[in-house]
């Protein structure tokens, strides 16, 4: 039965799969199914690799966030979260050409991820529905037993369906999240545009990291950071009215802004308009 159910959930899912990939069929249904099936389950091992990696790096704990990441990209190569972390970690230890050959990577896989992303997401949504309908199911046959139970009996039913109502309830909260959509979720964050910026700053390709700040703020206004860099390479470049723009947006946003560069700019100003 419980067979039987798992491919029932499978075949519900090939549709969502194919609607979100935009892919053919190769195969055939069935095979279909369970090849994606195997791809989304490699997909959720390598995630939860990345995630150890993720904390680990938070931490401060490099070698074993590599070593968890590295794990995750070994499953998964194409994890665009595992290569940004490695990135950062490769810039924070001075390895510029090495971070920016990951950043690269995670630019380049980030849509595919994504999908994949949203795709099981949908599946864990469907998944849950299922369990619900099991619960509801249940549920329903001990309420019938209730009447023609004895007083003990009865007591234990009823806790288990208050069991089962709590289990509903927070099925019903995890039901009422936004479904993701994987076109809101394609565009590359604007942080991945911030952290490629840096490295070109750092490799003195200044043009190359302006096109990147100004990437960054494009597709996330409020990113105070890129502005204050944007501010620094139109400074660089004599801009001072440009320079001056950018720096009161990052003021705005919350980056924090050197007050003596601040009226370095205010005073190159003045001197360019008098």
Not at 92 to 121: F, H, P, R, V
Request: net charge positive.
């Amino acid at each position: 039965m419980r067979k039987k159910n798992k491919n029932k959930n499978l075949t519900i899912q090939v549709a969502t799969f194919i609607f979100l990939l935009g892919t053919t069929l190769i195969f055939g249904q069935e095979d279909y199914t369970r090849v994606e099936y195997k791809l989304l389950q490699r997909y959720k091992i390598a995630d939860s690799f990345f995630k150890k990696g993720n904390k680990y790096f938070l931490d401060g704990n490099y070698k074993r966030a590599e070593k968890e990441l590295k794990k995750c990209l070994k499953k998964m190569p194409e994890h665009a979260d595992a290569f940004f972390c490695l990135s950062l970690i490769s810039y924070d230890q001075g390895d510029i050409e090495k971070s920016w050959g990951y950043i690269e990577k995670a630019k380049e896989n980030y849509k595919y991820i994504i999908k994949l992303k949203t795709n099981a997401e949908q599946m864990r949504i469907i998944q849950l529905q299922d369990r619900k309908t099991k619960l509801q199911e249940t549920q329903e046959t001990l309420k019938q037993r209730l009447p023609n139970a004895d007083y003990t009996q009865q007591s234990k039913i009823q806790v288990e369906i208050r069991r089962i109502d709590g289990v509903i309830d927070y099925i019903d909260a995890e039901l009422r999240r936004p479904m993701p959509t994987a076109q809101k979720g394609e565009e590359i964050p604007a942080d991945y545009f911030y952290r490629h910026g840096n490295i070109f700053f750092k490799l003195k390709r200044y043009q190359e990291a302006r096109e990147q700040y100004h990437e960054a703020v494009r597709i996330y206004p409020e990113h105070g950071d890129a502005y204050n860099n944007l501010a620094n390479l139109y400074y660089m470049d004599k801009q001072y009215q440009k320079t001056l723009d950018y720096l009161n947006l990052a003021e705005k946003y919350g980056a924090e802004i050197h007050p003596e560069f601040k009226k370095a700019v205010l005073e190159s100003l003045k001197k360019k308009l008098y």
